[in-house]
């Protein structure tokens, strides 16, 4: 692939520090646009082009375009579905406004190529798993209506006929994705990560609901591989994909297998159930057949190994 000049909002998080570090391994130039509310500039390595700032101001979003970028990862934006009920506000401003003047300024600069950090909560609780890209997007939680109405601008941007320069998106809808760099600490994180660092400080785990709910991991690597491949992709263009691993887990199953892991005894370890939590789907698993059709992606790590790896950088982080 050609080298690019790449934007990278939200590249001091979780997923968009991961996707930073093989676009530089790929010899890309970036540029990181990101407020450090749940990122870190630990996770930015030194020779990134890196603006502090909030994608949800105008000015910001002004001083990351200065080099105008080949490409565009929009993938700042509030993670937890459960901050989105006690902040529904800020919610809006990073998942929606933050997308909006992204794209907006990618139309005024011209830029052709655009990735969406879309998600699995767009579609609410589902008729049937594993659930196909085609089923209808009914979001039950504020995060999942924010995360899809941000979709929709991309998508309807998109098939504009009247711009200068098309702008060819591809969103993912991301299903749980796991792996180092997410939180150990932070409950509004990951369960994975939560479960994970827990149970490596012997504390209780906490379940909320009957733990019988379902969600499909997906690591890390698999995710990073499935951007970067869509990049010159054209048959992704205008496209939404499911990025799942393709097997739903309870959250109990998920806990299981961590204290396995771990050397834990599941039936020993001290665990509570607390009031299932608002907008918490039911069941989860990605049909990943369309990306695999048209990327020829495969998830290589299945839970456990993924599980391993997270593990292994869990135990090195103090
Ligand atoms: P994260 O919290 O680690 O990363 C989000 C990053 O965006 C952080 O660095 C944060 O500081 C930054 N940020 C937040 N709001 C911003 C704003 N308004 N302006 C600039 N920077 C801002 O979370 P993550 O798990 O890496 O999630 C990244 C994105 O992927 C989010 O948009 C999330 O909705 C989406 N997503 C995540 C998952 C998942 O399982 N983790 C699944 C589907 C979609
Ligand atoms: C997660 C992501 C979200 C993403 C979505 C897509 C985070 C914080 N959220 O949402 O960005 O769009 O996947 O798949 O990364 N749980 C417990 N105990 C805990 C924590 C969680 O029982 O201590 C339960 C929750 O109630 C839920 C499940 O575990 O049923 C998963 O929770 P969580 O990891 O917060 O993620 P999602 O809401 O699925």
Not at 230 to 236: G, Q
Request: hydrophobic share 35%; proline share 4%.
């Amino acid at each position: 692939m050609a080298k690019k000049h790449i934007l990278v909002t939200g590249g001091a998080g979780f997923i968009g520090s991961h996707m930073v570090d093989r676009l530089l391994k790929d010899g890309h130039n970036i540029t990181v646009l990101d407020n450090l509310s749940t990122g870190s500039k630990n996770n930015i390595p030194k020779n990134v082009n890196f603006i502090k700032g909030d994608t949800s101001n105008p000015k910001d979003v002004e001083k990351a375009f200065e080099k105008k970028p080949d490409v565009v990862f929009q993938i700042a934006g509030c993670a937890s579905t459960i901050t989105s009920f006690s902040n529904p506000l800020s919610d809006i401003y990073a998942n929606f406004i933050g997308t909006v003047n992204i794209v907006k300024k990618c139309v005024e600069a011209n830029v052709d190529r655009f990735l969406y950090a879309s998600s699995m909560t767009t579609y609410g609780h589902v008729k049937e798993i594993p659930v196909k890209e085609t089923h209808p997007c009914v979001p039950i939680s504020y995060y999942g209506i924010t995360k899809y109405a941000a979709e929709r601008f991309v998508h309807a941007t998109g098939i504009r006929p009247d711009l200068k320069t098309k702008l060819n998106v591809t969103s993912f809808r991301m299903f749980n994705v796991y792996g180092p760099r997410q939180s150990l600490t932070n409950p509004y994180q990951g369960v994975m990560a939560i479960f994970i660092g827990n149970v490596l400080r012997h504390e209780p785990i906490k379940i909320f609901g009957d733990g019988k709910q379902s969600r499909d991991f997906v690591y890390i690597e698999d995710v990073v591989n499935a951007w970067i491949g869509s990049i010159d992709k054209e048959k992704t263009f205008g496209q939404v994909y499911n990025l799942g691993f393709g097997k739903d887990r309870s959250i109990i199953e998920l806990t299981n297998t961590i204290m396995e892991t771990l050397g834990n005894d599941p039936k020993k370890y001290k665990m509570s159930f607390h009031k299932e939590r608002p907008g918490d789907q039911r069941h989860m698993q990605a049909s990943i057949t369309k990306l695999g059709n048209d990327l020829g992606w495969k998830p290589k790590y299945d839970l456990q190994k993924g599980l391993e790896k997270t593990i292994e950088w869990a135990k090195t982080v103090k």
